[in-house]
Structures are given as C-alpha cells and as structure tokens.
C-alpha cells in the first residue's frame, strides 16, 4: 500500500507540476547506505529531478542550509522546484523556503512534524521500561508454570521441582545484571549519538524547532502522507 500510495503521489506530482523539478530527500542517515528514494532513481533524470544526499549530523536548520548551498541552489535557476521527502527529511523540507523562493511544493512522507515520540522514549528510557515490562510479563509466566509443574504431581513435580532453583537464579540475574546493563548500554549509545546528530533534538515533541516551524507563517503548499515514522 506504501509504494502504491508514494507512485500515485509522483504520477500526480508529475502531472500537476510539468514545468517543474523535483528533489528527493532521505531521512536520518539516508546517506550512509541505500536510502528511501534509491528505488525511483531510474525514473529521474536532469531533466525532472534529483535524488539528493546530504550529511544529517547538523541541526536540521543546518542541514537545510547546507543542503540549499551545495546542491539546490546550483540547480535552482533550471526551474522551479517540488521537493518530496521522507522521516527527517520532511523537515529539512519544510525549513527550505527559508533559503530558496524557488521552491514552489513540499510533500512529506512518514515526517514526524509533531515530532518523534520513539526518539523521545529513547532518550528518557520508556522504551527500554516497556521492553523491561515485557520480560517481568515472561518472568511472571515462567514463575507460574514451574509452581504448577511442581504441585501438578508425579511425574512432572520430580521433573520441575530440580530445575526451580537453577531457574529463578538464572531469571534474577538476568532482570537485575543484563537488563539494567542493556538500559544503561542504550541510554549512553543515544545520549551520544544524538549530541553527534543535533537533528535528534529538533524532532523531540515541543522542542524549539518544531514549535518555530508550527507557527511559521507557510507560504509553500505542503501535503503530509502517512503522518508520523512511530509505527
């Protein structure tokens, strides 16, 4: 259903903006490997557009602007421009009009204009309580399934009863040891990628910048899709 809805959206892109251009954009580390619009990149050429890819590890008015002078604005005097872009990248697409009257469309698939909630319970740890509360759910099961194996009577209690100790030991020192390691271990890896990747601050729900571009005075159009990346 996702890439009937995104080739509707190009088709009718393509039919309502025939003297224009269109720039892809990525999202979050897009760059590092095969992004979002790879798949289209056959069906674009100098003549319709350009599938753009640009570093992601600024603020994301930073990376708008470094995107507009490196790569759009050498481009910009060819035609007017729609920019179609995926996750973070709708929100570089949205800062955009801010550096180039060219740009004339803005359609974001998947964008978390909102801001990012999964990024957010990341970063204060909700994400790693929920996963903690789901293994306290498994624990809880195997707590019940060894009481009834040892009062279920001959032969399952002689089987159960031995292995009740070994057990519960094994499932303590998991909860206790490895996942209190894992919270710890997943809290610093964000903490410090997102100071390496100040995008990450500006996508938390109320920060700054999604407060500053919810009251901006919009004078491009901008059709969202599929709303927020929070599935």
């Not at 224009?20 to 069906?43: A, M, S, V």
Request: net charge positive; glycine share 8%; charged share 15%.
């Amino acid at each position: 259903m996702k890439n009937i809805i995104l080739v509707t959206c190009f088709m009718l892109c393509m039919t309502a903006y025939t003297q224009k251009k269109f720039i892809w954009l990525h999202g979050l580390e897009g760059e590092k490997g095969p992004n979002t619009w790879d798949i289209y990149q056959q069906y674009l050429t100098t003549t319709n557009g350009y599938v753009f890819e640009y570093p992601s590890n600024n603020s994301i008015t930073g990376i708008a602007s470094n995107l507009y002078q490196n790569l759009i604005k050498p481009v910009e005097q060819d035609a007017n421009l729609v920019v179609i872009a995926h996750s973070m990248g709708g929100l570089v697409a949205r800062t955009l009009p801010d550096f180039s009257t060219k740009i004339k469309g803005i359609i974001t698939v998947g964008t978390p204009n909102s801001g990012s909630v999964l990024l957010k319970n990341t970063l204060n740890g909700k994400t790693y309580d929920f996963f903690q509360q789901a293994i306290r759910m498994v624990s809880g099961a195997v707590d019940k399934s060894l009481l009834s194996g040892i009062f279920s009577g001959i032969p399952v209690t002689t089987i159960a009863a031995p292995i009740v100790i070994p057990i519960t030991i094994f499932k303590n020192k998991t909860q206790d040891g490895v996942l209190t390691t894992l919270k710890i271990a997943l809290q610093t890896g964000m903490g410090i990628y997102a100071l390496g990747h100040p995008c990450i601050r500006d996508m938390l729900p109320e920060s700054t910048f999604l407060q500053q571009l919810k009251v901006k005075n919009n004078t491009v159009p901008h059709i969202n899709i599929y709303g927020a990346e929070d599935y």
